[in-house]
Each structure stands twice: as structure tokens, then as C-alpha cells.
């Protein structure tokens, strides 16, 4: 645990990704282990961007990752880690490949840290491993750290609850494609990126520019005292890269305080989440106040929910004479 | 409570309101009278269609339900209910006197119930009171319900998670006051309409509607099958009041195994939640885990969440020895 601890605070590759294989574990013995650690750490958490990275599959998320993470080691000199939140894959380590692929420059970077999704049974399950993630890569040194939102399902909202900055990239044909964005993710965009915009493409890129900021009248962006932008740009040529960074600290720049109080809310967010789903998942399993018996009820159209709750209290409380 | 059950079938207001204020009863023994009341009820329930009205302030959400309300008892014959959820709302019955006011045709109709927000210390109480008087007004042969969000605060998911059908209401400026409606809203609409395109209005109106068209196609509501379609209508001039009634039809027509399915999935969810919410304060109270203490550590910008739940969770079982 000490060589763990302290690889981690070295900037050891393979000890970060032994310490995020033990905050992965389910076994209870692992995760005593990795709350020590993690409570050890925690002084050395917090100092990285945390930027969220969203777009239909396709967009070209990892490309553009790859570049924007190049440009960040070769030109800042920073440190960039890259994870991904798939609550839609059964097995870990699913899309290391295609990362590795997509992300040639970051899988062979010596300042570059790439780590596909957590596996998990339940979406709360994927989202509180990829939090730990985080602090331990930013443990490890890591200056910024990009969690990809990868399949479908719920990793938008997942994502947006534990990043700073969110950006979500669009391709430049404004049609069809945008029937795939979910309800809601446009509007949790702090940031959003035509991307694609080069060759023949660059045309339809300004044109659906244009478009998306018509449509943005009737949105904003959740944070503070911020308008979201909307720029173009091309992973492929590597323009608008620039832009786009200068934005994200512009989005940090002078707001530490604000981005303080919001990891917190999104920590104590967390932190109930977790509470109450643990206690709803220990009253089904210890079969109190006949939770699956109701619920089951009710998913065959039977009965009404506070019909059913009021009795699912009553039992609870005969349980724990109170 | 025979009499009260009676009392509501036959369509009694005076029954049906002392049924509603049973529901909304925070004394345990009222609670299990009204859980008696909606298990009797239940086979009564389901057939009114379950309307939902939101709209920033201004927008003239009641004038809107008046003018269609009558419209509905004059022209066909319907009975109507109006409901309102205002979580902010310390105290029951504050806006009723605004309600009458803007209401006055609903509120002297034989054919017509207007009552207004429960109180409630959390969001959940309002929207499982409301949840309660839906069925009761269906149970009192009530052909259509609206539910109207009044406030500020989260009242439009409430109100979306408890209707068939959710209605926005927009004013033809299409500028600033389109700030004023929150993150999500325009998604969550099944059908919008620009109210007061009247007198000098109309024109403002119709070139609103562009601009919501071209916005609407980075959206699309959450229901299957359905597009939602933009129309102007005036609450004064009582025009398009006829045509947003048709598209309410067409939105229930041939769907009602969908619609059976969607309320399904709303019994199951709030049940949930209620449930959740029931087990997390149960917990607070009995300060069992420490789960105030962890909180309030977060709060203060200690530790992190998972760290917390973990502590959290072996208090718990500890605590039950399981």
C-alpha cells in the first residue's frame, strides 16, 4: 500500500493503473484498501481541468482528443490523462483497442495516460469509479484530465456530474445526425465544437454554425456567468485547437472559488447518490417492507405509487419498531 | 369514508376536496385513511387525459387554461380538473384567490375543479400529493386534468413525470424572456405554443415561430412517435385554442397501450423515489452511518464522496450486523 501510495504520488504509469484496478474492485477487502488510499491522496487531489468530452459516435471524440492532448504535451508541456465512461459495457477494457487506435499519439506518450471504462453493474457503480479515477490521476500528477463519454445510455448527465467544463462536439451537417443528440446535452455544453470543418466540409461547418447559434437563443449553459461558444475545428488538420483551449481557460480564468463550490455540490451530489442507492439496493436484498413485491405490482399496472410506497413504509417501520 | 368514497364517485367537489385534503395530510392516520381511499378508488382511475401547462410567469398559463377549459365543458362536454404544483410554496391554498381571478369561468362552472398547490416541506411531497389528486379527480369522472406549474423551481419535471402530455407556452418576443425558461424545459414539450399572438402581437408571433423552428431542430420530445409540433394561439381572442385541442387528440390517438406503458413506468419511478427518499431521511433521522457528519465533511470541502459512502456503508452494516 506505501509503494502504491507512493508510486502514485511519483507519477508511475503502472502504479496509478494498479491503484485504479483496486478502486475498481468490488471485493470488500479492495475497497477498504482503496479508501485508505484514496483518503491518503486526497491532498494531492484536485489541482487538474477536469473536462468533460461528449458527440454522437462518429464525431470523433478520440481524434480530437489525441490531437488537443498532442498539442498540449508538445506545446504547454502538460500532463494528460484520458478516461472514458461506458455505463453500456459489460467487461472492462472493451474499447482499449480503438482508443489505442484512435489515440495513437497519447497510447505512446510518456506524459499521456489513456483508461478505458470501468465496468459496472449499475450507471451510480461506473460513474463513483470513474470519480476516483480522477483524484488518482490527478494524484499522479496529471494537468488535465479528459473523461470521454463513450456508447450510449446516461454517460452524458454521468459525465457532466463530475467534470468542470463540458464540451460537446457536433459534425457539420446540421440534419439527421443531430436526431442522436440526447434530450438535455445540448444545454449541459459549456463549450461546442463543429468538428470535421475541413476540405469540402469546411462550408457546411460555418453554415452549421450559424444554424446552432439560432438554436442556442433558447438554451444556456448551467454555469455561472457563462455563455456557451460555438467554434469550428478539425482534429485532422489540427486548427481551431488552439481556440478551443484558450476558451477552457478562459472558462477557469479568475473562477477558482465558483469551480471550488461546484466539485463540492457535485461531491455531496455524490455522496447521496451512492447512499441512497446502496440503502434501496440493502432493503431489496434483505427483502424489508416487500420493496420488489410493490415495485413488481406496479410494473404490471397494478396499483398506484403512493398506494404502494405508504405500505412499503409501514412495513419498514414495523421492521425497526419505530 | 364510505361516505367519502360514495361522495367522490358520484362526483361530489365538496367530497372530492375533503378526499384531497385526506392525501395531502402529513398525520399518519390521515395517511392510512387515504391509503385506503386511493386503494378503493384505484379501478376508477386512469381515464381522464393527464395534461401538463408550464410557461415562465406571464405567459398566462391560467388565462390559457380558462379560455380552453371552457371551450372543453361549452363544446364538448368534458368535465375539467386544474391542478398546480408550486414547490416553492410554503403554505397551501396562497394562490388560490390569483387562480380564481385569472380562472373566473373555471372557477363558477358546475363542470370544473380548480385547486390549487399542495404545501410541502420536499419536492417529492408536492409532486406525490399532486400524483393523489389526479387519480381522486379521475375518480370523480374528471375527463381532463391539467396540471399547471406555477413558481419557480424544479415544478416543470415534477409536472412532466405526472402527465401524458406536456404543453409549453411561450410569448411571441423571442428575446430575453427566453431566459427565463430553464435547462431541459423546451425539451420536455410535447407541444408548444405561442400564446398572446394577438392584435399587435400576431405578426411578432409568426416570425417567433421561425426562430422556435429552427431552434426545435436540435431537439425532439421524449415520446415515441410524436414531433412536436409549434402553433400560435390567443387566450383573449380564444383562437387556436381548437387546433392545440386536436393535436392533444392526436397525440392520444391509437396510442393508449403507449400512454398505459408510459404511466406504468411514472407509478414505478416515483414509487422509487419515494422510497429513496423515505430510506435516506430514515436514515439522517436514526443518524445512523454518520450519513450528516460525512455530509457535512463534504460540504466543507473535505474528502471526496466515495471515500464518504464507504464509511457510510460499513457504519450501516455494521449497525444491522449484515
Known amino acids: 500500500m506505501k509503494d502504491l501510495y507512493q508510486g502514485i504520488l511519483n507519477g508511475s504509469k503502472s502504479a496509478l493503473s494498479r491503484g485504479i484496478t483496486l478502486c475498481e474492485s468490488t471485493l470488500p477487502k479492495h475497497q477498504e484498501s482503496a479508501q485508505v488510499l484514496l483518503q491518503k491522496l486526497s491532498p494531492n487531489t484536485g489541482k487538474s481541468k477536469r473536462i468533460g468530452i461528449t458527440g454522437v459516435p462518429g464525431v470523433g471524440k478520440s481524434t480530437f482528443i489525441n490531437a488537443l492532448g498532442k498539442q498540449l504535451i508538445e506545446e504547454s508541456n502538460l500532463k494528460v490523462a484520458v478516461l472514458s465512461v461506458d455505463p453500456s459495457s459489460p467487461v472492462s477494457k472493451g474499447s482499449i483497442l480503438g482508443d489505442k ?11 499521456a495516460f489513456v483508461r478505458p471504462s470501468p465496468s459496472g453493474s ?23 484530465v479528459f473523461v470521454e463519454t463513450v456508447g450510449v445510455g446516461q454517460s452524458e448527465v454521468l459525465v457532466y456530474n463530475m467534470v468542470d467544463v463540458f464540451l460537446l462536439l457536433l459534425l457539420p451537417g446540421a440534419g439527421d445526425e443531430l436526431q442522436g443528440i440526447k434530450k438535455g446535452v445540448v444545454e449541459m455544453a459549456d463549450i461546442i465544437a463543429v468538428n470535421k470543418a475541413d476540405g469540402e466540409m469546411e462550408q457546411a461547418a460555418r453554415k452549421a454554425i450559424t444554424q446552432y447559434r439560432l438554436a442556442l437563443q433558447l438554451m444556456h449553459s448551467g454555469r455561472e456567468q457563462w455563455k456557451t461558444p460555438l467554434v469550428t475545428c478539425s482534429s485532422t488538420e489540427e486548427s481551431g485547437l488552439t481556440v478551443i483551449w484558450k476558451l477552457v481557460q478562459d472558462f477557469y480564468s479568475g473562477r477558482s472559488l465558483y469551480i471550488e463550490s461546484e466539485r463540492t455540490k457535485q461531491e455531496v451530489k455524490a455522496f447521496e447518490d451512492q447512499c441512497t442507492a446502496f440503502l434501496i439496493d440493502w432493503a431489496k436484498e434483505k427483502g424489508i417492507g416487500h420493496l420488489n413485491e410493490l415495485k413488481g405490482r406496479l410494473e404490471r399496472g397494478k396499483g398506484n405509487s403512493t398506494e404502494s410506497f405508504l405500505e412499503f413504509k409501514k412495513a419498514w417501520l414495523q421492521e425497526f419498531n419505530s
Open 122 to 144: 449499475t450507471l451510480g457503480g461506473v460513474a463513483e469509479k470513474t470519480r476516483s479515477c480522477i483524484l488518482l490521476c490527478e494524484a499522479a500528477g496529471y494537468d488535465v
Open 101 to 111: 487506435t484512435r489515440m495513437s499519439y497519447l497510447a505512446q506518450s510518456e506524459n
